[in-house]
């Protein structure tokens, strides 16, 4: 089964300073597909970046890069210089790209607060 | 615009009352499926569909039914709803089950609340 841990239920940053926000996951899945989500106080929840298990290289979206360490299986998000608007919620996701299962799993996500 | 389309985006309803929670999307994807969302539990899906006629049950199905009779529509349906199906409810579809590189693409979300 799979399984995602966010560790970080909330994080702090000043405005325009990095942030990383934390994902480990756990799968016997050879082939996967890592996502993050950023879900505003609004409630939709918006796409933000992928990274598939086979792929060498960070993805990168914008200031959104997504720090994808394979044998470690950790998919941290990085935003770089944050802004006021980068304040809500961050989930990371991970789905079986093998055929195995059509269930996403999501983790419980990490609430982040920018400071002005 | 490409978009998913739920609703309502607010509902109140008694407990018994069988109600109906709509999700169009205009993008021709092939998967739907839906999510419900409560505080500290992260997103659980609770079926998908993997085309017109093709649906599944996800990780938490009990009380729910869903239908896909057209590949843009894809209802959920509670037909006696409970106080435990409070939450705030996402529909979501991508143009395979995979999720593509581009990931889901998710509705306003539904709140339900049942008293």
């Known amino acids: 089964a799979q399984k995602i841990t966010q560790t970080q239920p909330g994080m702090f940053v000043q405005e325009k300073e990095a942030v990383t926000l934390d994902c480990t996951y756990d799968t016997s899945d050879q082939s996967y597909g890592l996502f993050w989500y950023k879900q505003p106080s609004s409630g939709e929840m918006i796409f933000l970046i992928y990274?598939?298990?086979?792929?060498?290289q960070n993805a990168t979206e914008g200031r959104y890069s997504l720090n994808f360490q394979k044998a470690r299986k950790s998919a941290n998000l990085v935003i770089s210089a944050s802004q006021l608007g980068d304040s809500a919620m961050y989930f990371c996701?991970?789905?079986?790209?093998?055929?195995?299962?059509?269930?996403?799993?999501f983790g419980r996500g990490t609430s982040l607060i920018v400071h002005p | 615009e490409a978009q998913v389309t739920q609703n309502p985006r607010y509902l109140i309803t008694v407990t018994g009352k069988k109600l109906t929670v709509t999700c169009s999307q205009n993008?021709?994807?092939?998967?739907m499926s839906w999510y419900r969302q409560d505080p500290g539990l992260g997103l659980r899906q609770i079926y998908y569909s993997m085309n017109v006629e093709v649906t599944d049950k996800g990780d938490v199905p009990e009380g729910y039914k869903v239908s896909r009779k057209e590949k843009r529509n894809f209802p959920l349906i509670l037909e006696s709803p409970s106080p435990n199906q409070t939450s705030l409810y996402f529909c979501?579809?991508?143009?395979?089950?995979?999720?593509?590189?581009?990931?889901?693409?998710f509705g306003s979300g539904t709140r339900l609340t049942v008293v």
């Open positions: 979501a579809s991508s143009f395979n089950n995979r999720g593509s590189s581009r990931g889901y693409t």
């Open positions: 990274q598939g298990s086979y792929d060498e």
């Open positions: 993008m021709n994807h092939e998967y």
């Open positions: 996701a991970m789905r079986d790209l093998s055929g195995g299962s059509y269930i996403p799993t």
